[in-house]
Structures are given as structure tokens and as C-alpha cells.
């Protein structure tokens, strides 16, 4: 069953964000278009039976309707290569990309999107994002730094269409489709969290080069951990049927198979595949991808399978030939996979972690370990944190009278 997608935004933005959801499998995408993104929280009261999550085409529309939202939600980042982007487009025109005044955007990720390009700053002026921030604030804004052959960068479509009014040359960014595919996979993810929380069917396929009593005989005791029950699934296999809340908790919410061990301990090679859905056949099917999957991991692994294409490695023992740095690598690739962010920054984090042992650390140590702005952490970790493999643990005083920061504990 697909995961119904309502984008949000203006006309053009909408049709473009929706192409790149729909190309995603798994995923059908309900169009809302506003002629203002004040109407954004009408359109989610009024829609909100007709999706099980809300894309919007950027933070002003996705913060407006954040008092009324009942379903998952995420909003489309605007990042840097967006940006070099619109100064490709106005240098093709014949613009001077010298001089701009750009709104929502973070000063850092300008200045260091054009330090990379190598274009001068003195007379570039930006507006970030605050909560409660207007489109006729943004407007002002952009009216204070009106200046000779000035070019104004806006995210908002309101604040285009004022400006152009104004006789300004004014360029509306567009996301980049890394954007709008790292903001789907984000919300598919929380999505999934959500749906899987209210999913009661949760099934296990158990392969062995074993015979079937053997595989039976030390499936029972797994069965038993898992309070479901077992049965011959054919084709040499097992079939374990159980809850996903007491899969979950059996696997500390899908990070870990200790049963795993066991059967590893007495079977030569053993693949597990969980699969969780909304029905028995959806759970099977699942669970099949799932057992494939876990093959690619070892002799030894066991995985679990979601809707959307979400996979998660709940634990693999490699051969001794292979060595502890293939495991790390694969482990590495599915989280990376599962919670949009590159196998190199995966990497990074890991090595950090192991750095670090049971250290607490903030968006400002993340920030500075990566050499990635705050904000850039703050989306790293709140990524891994849905993921579960971030938790946070507290807070540590930020010194002067700055908000204390969050701390977080990396279980990579």
C-alpha cells in the first residue's frame, strides 16, 4: 500500500516537488497549491483525511501549519547547491551576482557557497529564517538593501511577486532534487515509525544450510522470546509470526537481534528477515526482501524490513576472513541508506564514535568534527536520533546567556 504524500506550496514548486516524489516507489503525491502561503494551515485542516503525511515546499508554509498539524510532516531545505543553482541561472543572464540580498537562507551557508565559487561578499546581504517570520518582513528586507543593479534571491513566492512589482530584478530559488529527495526520505522515514507503531503483524523468515528439525528445534526458543509462535515455512525455511511491539522491544527497537547469537552459536549459517506491515501478506512480502537483504551481509545477519524501502540491519557476524571493517562497511551503508546521509559522512560519525566512547557531544562538536555549519549537525543528528542511532541525553549550559545545548550520544 503506497504512503500518500499532500505537497504544499505554490502552483510551479508543487508540480516540481511532486515529480521527484513521484518517482520514488512506494509513494503517491496529492497536489495543495495556495495562491499565498498564509493558506497553508486552511489547506491542512481541510486535507489532512486525505494523506498520511505533508511535504511543503519550504519552512515559512511548513511553520505556519505546524500549530495544526495531525500528520507526519517535513518542509524542503534549501540547501547550498541550490543556491549555485540560481547564481549559474543569473550569471547565464548577464547578471552581476556581486551584489544580492538573499532571504532564508543562513549567512555561513552563503558566504560559503560563494567563497567556493569565488565570488566577493562585500555586498551581499542576508536574511536567515526566524520563527515568525512574514513574507511582508522579508519584503522589507529586501526593499532596506534595494540599491543599484542589486539582485534579490527570495525562497518565498509572495516575496517575489512584491518585489517584481517593484521593478526589481528578483529570482525565486527552486529546490534541487538532493533537496526534495532528502526532506521525502526524512518524512518516509518518520512515516514509517508512525504506521509500524500501529502495525500488530510482524513476521520472520529463518534460513539455514541446517536441516528442519535442527532449524525448528532452535527456532522454538526464539519463537518463545518473541511470545509468537513458529511454523515450517517451506523450501527449507522458518516462519516466526510475532508483534511488531514485542519485536521491538526484543531488538531495543530494531538495533540489535540478541537471539541472533544463539542461533549463530549452533547453526553453521543462519539468515534472518523481519518484515512489519499492515496485514499478514504485506509482513510476508517484507520479510522476504528482508531475508534477501540479509544475505548480502554475511554468513550470520539478521534484518528488518519496512514500507518504503526501509531496511535495517539489526546485527551480522562476518567471517573471520573478512574481518570487523566489512561489517562496519555494510552496517555503515544501510544506515546511511535508511537515514539519507552519505556513506562517507556515516563514516566520519563512526569514527567519532568509537573517538568519543560513552562522551556526550553537541550540534556545536558535530559541527566542528564534520566542518559543517550548526544547523547542518542539528539535521545530521535529528536524523540519527530517528533512526536510533542518536539519543539525546540531557543538556550542558551554553555559557553567557545562550540556550543550553542539547546532548547527544552517537551508538554508531
Same mark, same amino acid.
Given at each position: 500500500m503506497d504512503t500518500i504524500v499532500g505537497v504544499v506550496g505554490p502552483r510551479d514548486l508543487v508540480d516540481h516537488v511532486a515529480a521527484v516524489c513521484e518517482s520514488q516507489s512506494g509513494v503517491r503525491v496529492e497536489r495543495f497549491t495556495y495562491g499565498h502561503e498564509s493558506d497553508a494551515p486552511r489547506i491542512v485542516q481541510e486535507h489532512a483525511p486525505m494523506v498520511d503525511a505533508w511535504l511543503f515546499t519550504g519552512i515559512i508554509p511548513y511553520t505556519l501549519a505546524t500549530p495544526v498539524l495531525t500528520r507526519p510532516a517535513s518542509f524542503v531545505d534549501y540547501s547550498g547547491a541550490t543556491l549555485l543553482q540560481a547564481l549559474v541561472r543569473l550569471l547565464r543572464g548577464g547578471h552581476d551576482v556581486t551584489r544580492l540580498s538573499i532571504d532564508t537562507l543562513g549567512a555561513a551557508d552563503v558566504r560559503s557557497v560563494l567563497h567556493e565559487a569565488e565570488i566577493p561578499t562585500d555586498d551581499v546581504h542576508t536574511l536567515a529564517f526566524r520563527a515568525g517570520e512574514s513574507s511582508e518582513s522579508l519584503v522589507a528586507f529586501h526593499r532596506r538593501h534595494a540599491g543599484e543593479d542589486t539582485i534579490a534571491i527570495t525562497c518565498v513566492s509572495s516575496v517575489r511577486d512584491a518585489?517584481?512589482?517593484?521593478?526589481?530584478?528578483?529570482?525565486?530559488?527552486?529546490?534541487?532534487?538532493?533537496? $526534495?529527495?532528502?526532506?521525502?526520505?526524512?518524512?518516509?522515514? $518518520?512515516?514509517?515509525?508512525? $504506521?509500524?507503531?500501529?502495525a500488530q503483524v510482524a513476521l520472520g523468515l529463518?534460513?539455514?544450510?541446517?536441516?528442519?528439525?535442527?532449524?525448528?528445534?532452535?527456532?522454538?526458543?526464539?519463537?518463545?522470546?518473541?511470545?509468537?509462535?513458529?511454523?515450517?515455512?517451506?523450501?527449507?525455511?522458518?516462519?516466526?509470526?510475532?508483534?511488531?511491539?514485542?519485536?521491538?522491544?526484543?531488538?531495543?527497537?530494531?538495533?540489535?537481534?540478541?537471539?541472533?547469537?544463539?542461533?549463530?552459536?549452533?547453526?553453521?549459517?543462519?539468515?534472518?528477515?523481519?518484515?512489519?506491515?499492515?496485514s499478514a501478506v504485506e509482513a510476508e512480502t517484507f520479510a522476504r526482501r528482508a531475508l534477501s537483504r540479509a544475505g548480502n551481509h554475511g554468513p550470520v545477519a539478521a534484518v528488518a524490513s519496512f514500507r518504503n524501502d526501509i531496511d535495517i540491519l539489526l546485527e551480522a557476524q562476518q567471517d573471520d576472513s573478512e574481518g570487523a571493517d566489512a561489517l562496519d562497511h555494510a552496517s555503515i551503508g544501510v544506515v546511511a541508506a535508511r537515514v539519507g546521509l552519505s556513506v562517507p559522512t556515516l563514516q566520519r560519525l563512526h569514527q567519532l564514535s568509537e573517538e568519543v566512547g560513552a562522551e556526550l557531544l553537541t550540534t556545536r562538536d558535530i559541527a566542528e568534527r564534520l566542518g559543517v555549519q550548526q544547523r547542518t549537525a542539528r539535521r545530521v543528528l535529528q536524523r540519527l536520533e530517528l533512526a536510533g542511532v542518536a539519543e539525546r541525553s540531557g543538556s550542558r549550559s551554553a555559557g553567557g546567556s545562550g540556550r543550553p545545548l542539547t546532548l547527544y550520544r552517537l551508538r554508531l
Open positions: 518585489l517584481a512589482a517593484d521593478g526589481r530584478t528578483v529570482l525565486r530559488l527552486v529546490p534541487s532534487r538532493a533537496s $526534495i529527495s532528502s526532506a521525502l526520505h526524512q518524512l518516509l522515514l $518518520i512515516t514509517t515509525n508512525q $504506521i509500524s507503531e500501529g529463518v534460513e539455514s544450510g541446517a536441516s528442519a528439525d535442527a532449524l525448528a528445534a532452535e527456532g522454538a526458543p526464539v519463537a518463545m522470546a518473541l511470545a509468537g509462535t513458529v511454523a515450517d515455512a517451506g523450501d527449507g525455511r522458518l516462519l516466526l509470526v510475532t508483534t511488531y511491539g514485542r519485536l521491538a522491544e526484543v531488538t531495543d527497537r530494531f538495533r540489535a537481534a540478541p537471539f541472533l547469537h544463539r542461533l549463530a552459536a549452533r547453526l553453521t549459517t543462519v539468515h534472518v528477515g523481519f518484515g512489519v506491515g499492515r
